[in-house]
């Protein structure tokens, strides 16, 4: 802060790792891909871990997964030292899905993304969990705790109280509980995760910009389990972290130095420590001064 204001410039300058971001299949989610990099560089967001889900719960077919992914690898090498990738895929298709991780994870991708066709806990969704675990890999799956009309519509949408459970089983498996800002009761949710395993995240996503967010999201998990994320709510998700009411050190584990211990279980280390002298879109970084 500077004179109790927050200091928004150093705020944008401070390097960020996104955990949740989205691509498109196809010529268009290359052009999405070149878009998202340009919003990103002006945000300080150094590196964006993006996936191509089916949503809704629909049962899509292998192939077309499969060409989702694809997208994903082609804008991971249209865009080598900004974009990373999660592989989609749907566990109850047990072999397709396990060779599906592992085709994905020799093209470079560094996680798994899972969506409602399936609870978490489900035995259907174990044996991905139980290879993320071996491979030391997150898996970032789509939570809301929903009532009512939607939950009817999407019934098997995992909340905060399935994460804690598939954590119990899995205690060391790397597991993020996606957009805590546009996944229903937020409360009930911090609370369902409080006591779970350490290895169990938050990602701070969601277009739902309420104040204290991230402030109740540390009060009960702790800075430690607690991710940047955008899920495209770019703008407002950058500033809702750089304006909580947190230390700095809060917020540098937020944007990042959480999300760099993930990729260092992997051997792999941020593309912000490997960016020329510490430069975010030709601006000295908040590290480099």
């Known amino acids: 802060m500077v004179d109790g204001r927050i200091d928004v410039k150093a705020g944008l300058l401070e390097p960020k790792i996104d955990v949740h971001a989205h691509v498109l299949p196809g010529e268009e989610g290359l052009r999405q891909s070149d878009r998202l990099v340009a919003v990103a560089d002006k945000l300080g967001i150094t590196e964006l871990w993006c996936s191509a889900p089916i949503a809704g719960g629909r049962m899509a077919s292998p192939e077309e997964i499969r060409r989702n992914n694809d997208g994903v690898i082609a804008a991971m090498r249209r865009h080598p030292r900004r974009i990373r990738g999660l592989c989609f895929v749907i566990p109850g298709y047990y072999t397709e ?88 009761d937020l409360e009930w949710s911090l609370r369902a995760l409080r006591d779970a395993s350490p290895n169990l995240y938050v990602d701070v996503s969601g277009s739902n910009l309420e104040d204290g967010q991230i402030e109740m999201a540390v009060a009960e998990l702790g800075a430690s389990r607690v991710l940047f994320a955008t899920d495209s709510t770019m703008e407002g998700c950058v500033g809702k972290v750089i304006g909580a009411r947190l230390s700095r050190k809060e917020k540098e584990m937020i944007f990042r130095l959480n999300a760099a211990d993930i990729l260092a279980k992997q051997g792999l280390q941020p593309f912000y420590q490997t960016q020329a002298a510490g430069t975010i879109n030709g601006e000295a970084s908040a590290d480099a001064v």
């Not at 991780?101 to 470079?108: D, M, Q, T």
């Open 97 to 184: 899905a396990i060779a599906e991780v592992e085709r994905c994870l020799a093209a470079g991708m560094i996680g798994i993304k899972l969506y409602n066709q399936y609870k978490i806990h489900d035995p259907a969704v174990w044996p991905i969990i139980k290879l993320a675990a071996e491979r030391r890999i997150p898996v970032l799956e789509h939570c809301a705790h929903l009532t009512g009309k939607t939950l009817a519509e999407q019934p098997l949408t995992s909340d905060g109280a399935d994460m804690a459970r598939i954590s119990e089983r899995f205690p060391d498996a790397i597991l993020i509980n996606a957009h805590i800002g546009g996944g229903g």
